[in-house]
């Protein structure tokens, strides 16, 4: 039977807030629903949280509610997004998104035809997942390194780099994360990224990767057998003066190439010695090339010593 307390009419922000706060549970066990009888188009206020008082949770539940509820529209759900996001930044909170039942709505969104919505509810799985194991497991549990991962192939290079952050969140410094990512052929997924004509993506591939195999032997492996360093190679230019490109690949190539068997001809093995000598000796005396200078060098040493 439909709650007699339940906002009716115009179904906004306030009115739900309102609702939400009045029946507010600390520890709710299932996502919220809204529960109206004639709900019209879905509209925010976009003050409304600043007019009211209300706690974390009620808020994030609020929120829920209307990114749960077909009757919003698309300036609602971005908003709504903007009130998770708003709170998420506290560890404990985003702990709260998750016990509501926000990760079933946000594997939804996350595809979500309108690409400011789409590239919104990746930013929140980004910033839920950050340094929160818990949510971190939810997010893996409820299969959301698939959706991401085919997201990398989408047109939008924006959603790209969204869905890049979003991974980063899940598998980096998260042994579990990285393990389902590999089972999902997620390491395959990044090289089309690494042939972007967007710089924004090619640098967050780039760096995600040497930051990825910059520490365990069985990561570097892992991607040399699924032949990224060659698509790396590709993309090494000698050039003059600093390269935002050109240091994360280098970044890149320096992580790659320690203790690995890279299996290079002498003749693309000189090539790409070469390429790096021309790096060296064209930005050694630049401070701001330092660091290309040395993951460059660092390059000539990994590969003479194989």
Known sequence: MTDPNAPRGAL?????????????????????????SDPERAQFLANALNAMTVDAAAALKAALVILNSEEASTDDQIESLDVIRSHIDDIDNAITLVKLGGTATLLRYITHSDSE????????????????????????????????AKNLSHSTPNTVRCSLYAISSLIRNFQPGYEEFKRIKGIRSLIPCLKSTNLNVYVKTAFLIASLTSIEKSVRDDFVKEDVF????????????????????????????????????????EEILSKLEQIISKNKQSETCEDMVNYARNIVDNLSAH
């Open 230 to 269: 060659p698509v790396l190679v590709e993309n090494l230019k000698p050039v003059e003066d600093f390269d935002i490109k050109q240091e994360t690949t280098l970044f890149a190539l320096s992580s790659l190439s320690r203790e690995s068997e890279l299996k290079l001809s002498t003749e693309k093995r």
């Open 12 to 36: 906004s922000l306030q009115n739900v807030l309102k609702y939400t706060v009045q029946h507010h549970d600390p520890n709710p066990d299932a996502a919220p629903k809204l529960e109206t």
């Open 117 to 148: 919505v789409r590239e919104s509810a990746l930013n929140t799985v980004a910033e839920v997942a950050q340094n929160n194991v818990f949510c971190q497991n939810a997010l893996i549990s409820d299969k959301f390194l698939p959706a991401l």
